[in-house]
């Protein structure tokens, strides 16, 4: 006898595929399903549809629009065309936008140069970086990767590409994050804080 | 502006619905689910229609079953109908399964007593269980709800109301899990496990 009834497993194996999810939390997930009413459950399934269905990539800076056009950033025209912040996904947007001062551009990278993954300068949306870079209007790209090694390393490669168009390439600072204690930071974030270091100016 | 286009806002309202699911988590899961193809995320969404809609509650047990009849447990011929083993949610039947040397039966309470959260005698499958015990095959009633004030206080409030059958009511044994370290145990379960302390027969 299988350990679920069939409707159950089935739900439980959908679950697993969540970034982190294992066994247990997918059992967990399943059992919550079931107790929402049948109208509650059509919804959830109406919304991952919808989710793919409704969302579209932005041909512009390669994240996500809730139409088959430029995204609301990028059809903003309030925000600064010359400057662009670089992320690696759609999501990474998001997370920038919460510094309310931003109000440049973004583009999406898609990931980040990993030769051990097999992720080439042709799977991400460089090229469409360079085009907008081209197009002459930007004055600044700040690389937002994350402080990996395939984040360091895509930055520098950015940079070296982008030079030749004169517009100044930037990365975020890397640090003690701010309200964090220097006892519990790690060696590399203490030695990038190092580093970064800033001069008083008495 | 909203921080995510509205098919993704919605997508992470419905994933904030799963237990323990926080804003992050539910950030994570919908961009997940934008990375799978159209066909997998309908192959989600069905899942979660399908589980409301192919799973219905055993007339016997309380418990699930997969048709709108007895489960395949309480169905089972070969499952002793003289021992039913009764826990809190169906998600503890098949938690108890794998248990492989139990060949009872099964009754599903739907939660513990538990006046501060409203739920009265009405509110459990126990007139259910009365029942069963009231046919008169029932020999041991092994009440499984969790070492909890509220599942000891149900455990005791159904040895109780169950005495008048003559059918012999137990609860499982707590103490220190096994491979587990008597250091590590909190006071409580080291004094389930003084008290439900074996002799050996020397």
Known sequence: M??????????????????????????????????????????FADAVIGAKRDVFTCPECCGLSSAAEKCDICANESRDPSVICVVESAKDVMVMEK???YKGKYHVL???????????????????????????????????????PSGDATAAYLARILEPYGTEVSRL????????????ADEVTLMRAMEGRKYFNV
Request: net charge negative.
């Open 2 to 43: 299988a350990e679920y009834i069939a409707p159950i497993g089935r739900l439980i194996e959908e679950f697993r595929r969540l970034p982190g999810v294992g066994k247990k939390t997918a059992v967990r997930y399943a059992f919550a399903m079931l107790n929402l009413s049948q109208e509650e459950a059509a919804g």
């Open 99 to 101: 510094v309310r001062g």
């Open 110 to 148: 898609g990931g980040v140069l990993s030769p051990i993954d097999n992720v080439t300068v042709d799977d991400l949306n460089i090229a469409e970086l360079i085009r907008r870079v081209e197009s002459g209007e930007v004055r600044e790209v700040i690389v937002a990767t994350n402080p990996t």
């Open 173 to 184: 600072a890397y640090g003690i994050p701010v309200g964090g204690d220097i006892e519990y």
